[in-house]
């Protein structure tokens, strides 16, 4: 408990030493946005997707605002480094937009009090520090729910990087969708340990094939596996971003990370002096989860049922988690009818039954 | 027509210039080559090398950064004068904090001021342990410790991982793969109150102070120095090359293992799947560019720290990539590694050798 | 488990092996000559980045292939002119050299970022290449079989040829070898350049066999893979080929138990087997020498001449 203990005391302790807000104080010089990346720029993955929501804040504001970026920053005491060296340069407001930052984030916000902070990912807030995060197991239901119709074998190919929460409740949601279609329906999940390892990844892939899985979804960062199915002729998701380049024909759909909508709206608010920490967890609704153009190969069957389902998350009538749910062991974890608080989903470190893990 | 020629002696002069030549070139060609590439490389020079240098806020940084490398090439240095060729010490460096995180962990329902010096012990041991083995083999069976320390530093990183994925995962921690905060008697305190610089800045440029006080001036140093420098001499002498040998590797280790220490316990606060981030790698390039003396180690370890810190200035105002950093780091480098020569040879006109007549 | 899966499962190790074979391979003739170059990771980006690259601007993959053995030969250039040319230090060089290879792929790669190519393809027409079991033997790429028609080589070269017995004396003991004539430094050069060569070649792998694409840092960690493999194969171009095979068998069979539902072993004990193998190999190597078994090149990693 003693961990918890002392982020409580810390979270205490920032909000009393915090200040408030800088408003007009430089009403002319342009607004300085600094953005603390885990992976290149270049990664075509999770970081690109954050650079793009950059860039966007550069396209709506113009040289109203001043954006610069660290990529490549290591999760531990140089991520402290970098932020702050964003905080010193006269940025005003900053994203960091790895988990691994949570820590960093939080300790350079305390430094710097009139600053504002936007913590991607965690769970640790302060007055200064604001945490956002995508409901990316919306999308997981999604392609879980074409995965259902499309898989002639029933049984899908699911490659992980680490149990943490995130992977978990998308493992789960992707699963949960595709046996709503499938009720025989099986998700074989290979554990990879890495987040990134190109041909691990298309090797991965390619077990799940030899083990009879026609449809691959991933949770690492590369287009390997996407590529590893357009070779062996099954079909696959991108992630992060549309990789339809990468398997013209095995791509399906893609869950498409979106932060700009999110991005343009903070960093207005901050410019107004209305910006308030907060956690903000978006979903298909909020734009910030959204899902490729369907390959042609979907079936209208499948593109029906699929948005169906996207439609019935954003006018909020349809929750990938809904019970009666239990898990591998048996366990009743939700009751008939009662849905997942975002508490349980933050948690979710169970399987729900006929996912292999 | 230019041509090297060796020096009877190395020259002085050349060992303190040549590091400041290597890094005037490293300048020079950077600017060029990014300036070629659309960048402004007068400006990416300047956020790189200067700005680290003359804004004060960037010191705190400059001296975490170069404390682990100057630690760790410490030992290292002792290790090379003696021709024993740890390249190991990432690993000794990562089982270093491993050990005394275990302390860590068990003491974590604990206060006290025990706490911190026992973690720092563990730490040591748990470094010269894992060095212990390359030395062992080497000693015993003649196995090169290139091969072996190398070797050793990846079981150390897995060891790692394996530990913050499972036994020692934080069982607060939802899962996410590192341990639970260290206690505030278990983390290293900074040098005032609100610095960013911890105890162990200070003290790895005592440690160099020592290091340097030990291969200058006493026994054991000259024979760690006759040892590398003629083996056959110094088994006349009644040396033991075995001892030497066991001394370098230990040492190595040790300090490797305390600056690991010092790193979980420091800025870290924890042990991660991050942590290591190649310090033990680094340092080795560090105790070449100090020319495995203790002072150009600080040195070396403070120009290393220069292009980090730098290289993300050089990010934010110039926008200059990540990549760029390590090119300018590499070039450094192997500009540094090459002027070497200059301390060895000299550059002479070449004289016209007389022709005999066929 | 049915044939068909077990075929698969051997075409996906031969393709997990070739690209650690082939750097490996080139590793080997380098050590042997008495040069540690520890920069394969950063000559294998090299290539993988100039494979790519060029295979992408021309459309030819055996021009990309072509481009990475020269990238990768150029990087190893940058070695030999520092440490044999120089006598600067190969382990700090080598080091220097995978700093170097991370940032200068990461640069040229930049544009390339998220693009794809026609990935090299079965070297027999496609008849033979997809029938279900003689795939076994006729289903690979070219580079497959130039892996292991190059092992082949470079063990004929080194025990049966002049040149291979000269090559192996200039690691054994330089000073005799400077001493009857031989020069050292052009030798260990074109053995530098060996090595660059292959690693390059294995690297390109990567980008336009496994996984047709650039991305930051593609070979993961497989160049410190090929350096550990040298060693468990005691310098032997015959045992490297068991060992790579070995390697890749390990990593395929570890993904085919997960994707089968059994998981019997911690990913990161595994992880560690090579390099315990290794250093277990070493010792049983020099246990053995004592009764006339070989050893690690004398010379390796010792400057020529001596400072």
Known sequence: MSAIITRRTLLAGTAASAALPLVGARAQAPFGVGFVYVGPVGDHGWTWTHDQGRKAVEAAYGNKVKTSFIENVAEGPDAARAIRQLAQAGDQLIFTTSFGFMNPTIQVAKQFPKIKFEHATGYQRAENVATYNARFYEGRAVIGTIAGHMSKSGQAGYIASFPIPEVVMGINAFHLAAKKVNPNFKTKVIWASTWYDPAKEADAAKALIDQGCDVITQHTDSAAALQAAEQRGVFAFGQASDMKAFAPKAHLSAIVDDWSGYYVKRVKEAMDGTWKSGDVWGGIKDGMVKLAPYNDAVTPAARAAADEVQKGIVAGTLHPFTGELKDQKGTLRLKAGETASDEILSKMDWYVDGVQA | MLEWRRRREPSKAMLYLSPLIAVGLTMLTGMLVFGAIGYDGLRAVTAIFITPLVEPQRWADLGVKAAPLIMIALGLAIGFRANVWNIGAEGQYVMGAIAGTGVALLTHDMTGWWILPAMALAGIIGGAAWAALPALLKVRLQVSEILTSLMLTYVAVQFLYYLVRGPWKDPDGFNFPQTRMFSASQTLPAVAEGSLVHLGVPLAVLLALIAWFVMAKTVAGYAVRVVGRAPAAARHGGFDANRVTWAALLAGGGLAGLAGLFEAAGPFGQLTPQFPVGYGFTAIIVAFLGRLSPPGIVFGALVLAVTYVGGEIAQSTVRLPSAATGMFQALLLFFLLATDVLVRYRLAWKTRPARSAP | ?307
């Open chain 3, 1 to 307: 488990m049915t044939a068909a899966i077990l075929v698969s499962i051997f075409m996906t190790l031969a393709a997990a092996a070739t690209p650690i074979l082939l750097a490996a391979l080139g590793e080997l003739v380098t050590e042997k000559a008495g040069v540690l170059n520890l920069g394969v990771e950063g000559m294998m980006l090299c290539g993988a980045v100039a494979g790519f690259a060029v295979a992408y601007s021309t459309g030819s993959v055996p021009l990309g292939l072509l481009a990475a053995t020269l990238a990768g030969v150029a990087a190893a250039m940058i070695f030999a002119l520092l440490t044999l040319g120089l006598g600067s230090n190969q382990v700090a060089m080598g080091l220097a050299l995978t700093i170097f290879g991370i940032g200068a792929s990461s640069l040229i790669g930049a544009g390339f970022v998220g693009r794809t190519i026609t990935r090299l393809g079965p070297l027999f027409p496609a008849d033979y290449a997809a029938h279900p079991w003689l795939r076994l033997v006729v289903g690979h790429d070219a580079i497959v079989y130039l892996s292991l028609a190059l092992v082949l080589a470079v063990s004929l070269f080194l025990r049966r040829t002049k040149a291979g017995l000269i090559l192996r004396a200039v690691g054994e003991n330089a000073d005799s070898a400077h001493a009857i004539g031989y020069r050292v430094l052009a030798i260990r050069t074109a053995a530098t350049a060996f090595g660059g060569a292959l690693a390059g070649l294995g690297g390109a792998y990567f980008s336009l066999a496994l996984t047709p694409m650039w991305a930051d840092r593609l070979t993961a960690g497989r160049g410190w893979i090929a350096l550990a493999l040298v060693v468990f194969a005691a310098w032997k171009p015959g045992r490297l080929l068991i060992g790579a095979y070995l390697f890749g068998a390990v990593a395929t069979f570890e993904l085919q138990a997960k994707a089968a539902g059994l998981s019997f072993i911690a990913p990161e004990v595994l992880a560690m087997t090579p390099y315990l193998a290794t250093i277990v190999v070493l010792t049983m190597m020099s246990l053995g020498r004592r009764t006339g078994g070989r050893d690690a090149p004398a010379c390796l990693g010792k400057p020529f001449p001596a400072p």
